[in-house]
């Protein structure tokens, strides 16, 4: 034989099956023999670290070339990767018959839990539908989230036991459907296997969430675009998320110490985006509404100018920070009182007690309120730039207020989600094109085009950053 033995032939046992039969584990199942060679426990490492074994010992993945001997504690087994009707290579064979109790022949067993869900898929489907194999999907908390074309649809419910089966992380295994909610744009979708649990917990930007993924959208692929947005920011910026969801733009922005206006239409994802605010411990630095994108986009300037967040003041603390602070501050205030009362002496000679007192500070003026959207979040990719028209005129209620032109002296930034069917530069110009048609203005050439992800073939995410043109935010409103 060659110097180096083929590989064995590990695939598991072919059974088809037709749609509605019932799926039965036990059948996978096989034994493969191999050549073995009995040896002292004490000479395993030396044996297997020997120039005569290299290529030669078992190599097959979630098994070991050494197994325990049942007959005696004092041995192994070692396993090879050569079937019993190969010949050994004469250095091999030496070296083993000199270091070993002798070669004999060993069944490798394997069973269900060796195989992966796509070699399972691959021997029980129809040929016609093994030239991909459905097991992609994506995980949200414990939901495996599958999107199965058409021609997988009638064993749907066996890939979902196999993909449950294969992954112990998940716990419900779901397919998205082709409907649509058509108000609140999240999928509708069908339980395939598993406990039908739709209330997940994920971790992002070292923030937690939780919701109901069946009646919110959530897309664990954007995890990336989010926190690159949030980067973006200011811990003293304003940013005004328009389709908020559950908030995975603005809750992170509020924890890096922005302040808030999370919006979503769908009453489900407003009330999570709630529930999560206080959950980080980011609520006082978030306002959350429950409103149509378009009525959002035209008042929250006005509501952020006449009901303003508080600046920060000092360096952003953490919650556990502002708990320390407040009991030092409270023992210090006990400190003092028992001191005072102690100072009977001081109490006597209110020269000396004065003298004692340290001087005053002068008060610092407080710093202004934050007055001014500096962000607008758009992440609705399939329809937001029809939004933009809603932008015409959503400053000019504010325009004649004291101190307007130096809060507005730089614009809002536009960060609108977008799709295209085009690439590249042609990409940019669709993009362009779209939203200046949208906004009613034309955009700044300093306007910036970012590639979020290929979604389907020949449609691509992508975020167009711009800065809000002024004509457009100070028009008449009547006009748009």
Known sequence: MSSTPAPLDTSPPIHRMQPGDEFNPSLFTRSIPVQ????????????????????????????????FDPENDSKRILLLRVPPTDELPSHVKEYLLANSDGIFTYPVSLDYSYWTADEILQAVLPPELLDESPTSFTTTGHIAHM????????????????????HKNIRTVVNKLDTIDTQFRFFKMEVLAGNPDFIVEMSESNCRFRFDFSQ?????????????LVDSFKATDVVADVFAGVGPFAIPAAKKGCAVYGNDLNPSSAKYMQSNADDNKVASR???????????????????WHKPFPAIVGPLKTPRQIEKMLRHQRNARERAEKEANSNTEASKNPTEQSALLPEPEHAQPPPPPRRKVDHFVMNLPGTALEFLDAFRGCLASIKDEPDFEREYAEM??????????????????DIRQRAEMALGGKIGDDATYHFVRSVAPNKDMWCITFALPRDVALADPSSA
């Open 216 to 228: 919110v959208y959530w897309n664990s692929r954007l995890h990336a675009e989010h926190g690159r």
């Open 147 to 166: 999107n199965l074309r058409d021609e997988y649809l009638p064993w749907r419910h066996l890939i979902g036991k196999v993909i449950l089966e294969k």
């Open 36 to 67: 073995a060679a009995r040896i002292d426990a004490l000479k395993t490492t030396t044996i297997t670290r020997s120039d005569a074994m290299k290529g030669f010992m078992l190599d097959i993945p979630k098994m070991k070339p050494v197994a």
């Open 286 to 304: 978030m306002q959350i509404s429950c409103r149509d994108g378009r009525e959002f986009i035209r008042s929250v300037a006005h509501e952020s």
């Open 412 to 429: 809002p930034l536009v960060h609108c989600h977008c799709f295209t069917r085009e690439v590249e530069e042609n990409a940019k110009a």
